[in-house]
């Protein structure tokens, strides 16, 4: 075979082991890509978070002055084994009986970080305690890995306001007026915080939660058939009174946990306490409750 022959041979074997080559590398490579995707996959997540589970804690406190709302800053306190935070929305949830109130967006996000963080969102939230005494925040924190987690604040609040009785409430004999039906009630009081029974004339019973702070009287009635939604709620003052303890207030009615106007102002106050405000004084769609008990 003639010399040029053999070398147009060569160049054409070269030219076809270089492009297979090529091809194989391409392969290769695609390959490698293909696993680094798979990583990066939900499957990829779940095994880093087998390998290095994301865990954190929210379990703080703050202190707050009655009816004085304060910043909110919630801490994110990363206890991983190094793996960090990857972001994620945090959600929280005032106590059901009204003796925080959260002012802004209860939900949030939060930023993927190297470890612990302390959030402050921008725009709010802010917290107020309505009630003297210890409350609870509770915080839920889903992370960008789908895991989640529950803690708390604790909030803890000073009375600013002069008591208008520092007498216990727990009594069974109280009487009440509730949208012009008569009743008993028996409270029990701790800390501010009182639960309790409510029978009325008709035979209607309601459980009763509720609670007061310097001048404020708050109580929800549930219904035995209704306990998720209460059936009504009142809010008013509370006084001493030629030896009584006195409550005034202004009641909103629910229907499946909807309020629901009166069609009539509903006029059930036998005596009102002293300095008794025209925020209390009912208008057409409003209820009113009373109720009364000896202090002796």
């Not at 800053?73 to 009986?97: C, F, H, K, N, Q």
């Not at 210890?134 to 890995?145: E, H, K």
């Not at 202004?250 to 106050?269: C, D, E, S, W």
């Not at 002293?274 to 409003?286: I, K, T, Y």
Request: glycine fraction near 10%.
């Amino acid at each position: 075979m003639p010399d040029t022959a053999v070398s147009t041979l060569a160049e054409r074997a070269k030219a076809f082991f270089s492009s297979t080559a090529g091809m194989i590398g391409s392969a290769a490579a695609a390959a490698l890509v293909a696993g680094v995707t798979a990583a990066m996959s939900p499957i990829g997540d779940y095994l880093r978070n087998q390998l290095w589970p994301e865990r954190i804690v929210v379990d703080q406190s703050i202190a707050v002055v009655e009816r004085a709302p304060v910043p909110l800053r919630v801490a994110l306190t990363d206890l991983s084994a190094g793996s960090g935070l990857s972001g994620g929305r945090v959600s929280i949830r005032e106590p059901e009986d009204g003796s925080v109130v959260l002012h802004g967006p209860s939900t949030f996000s939060y930023p993927e970080a190297e470890g612990s963080i302390d959030l402050v969102p921008e725009g709010g939230p802010t917290v107020e305690g309505r009630v003297p005494g210890r409350s609870r925040l509770t915080v839920t924190v889903q992370t960008n890995r789908g895991r989640s987690f529950q803690g708390h604040i604790d909030v803890r609040t000073t009375a600013s306001r002069p008591v208008a009785s520092s007498k216990n409430l727990s009594a069974d004999a109280w009487i009440i007026l509730l949208n012009r039906r008569e009743g008993a009630m028996t409270l029990h009081e701790e800390g501010n915080r009182f639960t309790g029974e409510a029978e009325m004339a008709d035979d209607e019973v309601f459980s009763v939660k509720g609670w007061r702070d310097g001048e404020t009287f708050h109580v929800a009635f549930y219904a035995r058939e209704q306990s998720g939604h209460p059936a009504y709620t009142a809010d008013g003052q509370y006084c001493e009174k030629n030896g009584w303890l006195i409550v005034n207030a202004k009641t909103i009615t629910y229907r499946a946990g909807v309020p629901t106007p009166n069609p009539v102002p509903l006029q059930t106050m036998r005596e009102r306490c002293p300095g008794f405000p025209a925020s209390l004084a009912p208008l057409d769609g409003d209820g009113t409750f009373f109720a009364s008990v000896a202090t002796h």
